[in-house]
């Protein structure tokens, strides 16, 4: 079983307001990922992170931004949230090399109202 | 550039197989995973198979790889109602997504009591 906790599972916020998504993992995992997934639909990797102080755009181009200042935590930042960030974000992270598996946590469901 | 293709949904009767097929564009993958995601929830990684492999059985999931085809499906035998859930092909790209797992955009399978 997968030790890779995201938070908060589900948050509604206003518009224009700031929130961050927190994730951890507890794996000692140096790749980390944050994909974006609306209902029903495909994945799109947003971030992701082959260390501490690596940050990389993915393949679909996000207003959010990452930091990852310790191993074991990758969180995501929306400065100023719009109803098109309504989504799904799913945290994961992985071993640095090829092959090894990447671990999913439970998901943020985020509603910008 | 690398491409993953699934279809979008499947329906089958409780008792039955089940069959999701997968086809994928880059030559150079080295693994391909099959991922469930249940409703509400990330996604748990069922089953993987090296490249090197033609077939993988664990329990109730067979999974089929043809290389020369790109062809990749994952058999659930004694399909049950809780299977129904999308089920995510993927494999690990080497081209321009670094690395990254490149997602299918999910067969969605419905079991009927």
């Known amino acids: 079983e997968a030790d890779i906790y995201q938070t908060p599972r589900y948050l509604v916020i206003g518009t224009g307001k700031k929130i961050t998504l927190e994730c951890s993992q507890t794996m000692g995992h140096d790749k980390m990922y944050w994909y974006q997934q609306d209902p029903g639909m495909e994945l799109h990797l947003i971030h992701y992170?082959?260390?501490?102080?690596?940050?990389e755009k993915g393949d679909l181009s996000s207003e959010s931004t990452v930091s990852r200042i310790r191993t074991e935590h990758f969180p995501l930042t929306l400065e100023s949230a719009r109803p098109s960030h309504t989504s799904q974000y799913l945290c994961?992270?992985?071993?640095?090399?090829?092959?090894?598996?990447?671990?999913f946590g439970e998901g943020s469901w985020l509603t910008v109202v | 550039g690398e491409d993953v293709e699934q279809s979008l949904f499947l329906s089958v009767r409780e008792g039955d197989s089940s069959v999701i097929n997968c086809t994928y564009t880059d030559s150079s993958s080295t693994y391909l995973y099959w991922y469930k995601q249940e409703p509400g929830a990330g996604l748990q990684l069922l089953t993987y198979?090296?490249?090197?492999?033609d077939m993988k059985q664990d329990q109730r999931l067979t999974v089929l790889l043809n290389k020369k085809d790109k062809h990749l499906s994952l058999r659930i035998a004694d399909t049950q109602t809780g299977d129904s859930a999308i089920y995510f092909c993927?494999?690990?790209?080497?081209?321009?997504?670094?690395?990254?797992?490149?997602f299918g955009k999910g067969t969605k399978l419905s079991v009927k009591p």
């Open positions: 994961a992270s992985s071993e640095l090399y090829s092959g090894n598996t990447i671990y």
């Open positions: 198979i090296f490249s090197n492999m």
């Open positions: 992170s082959y260390g501490v102080n690596s940050t």
């Open positions: 993927a494999e690990r790209g080497y081209g321009g997504s670094q690395g990254n797992l490149i």
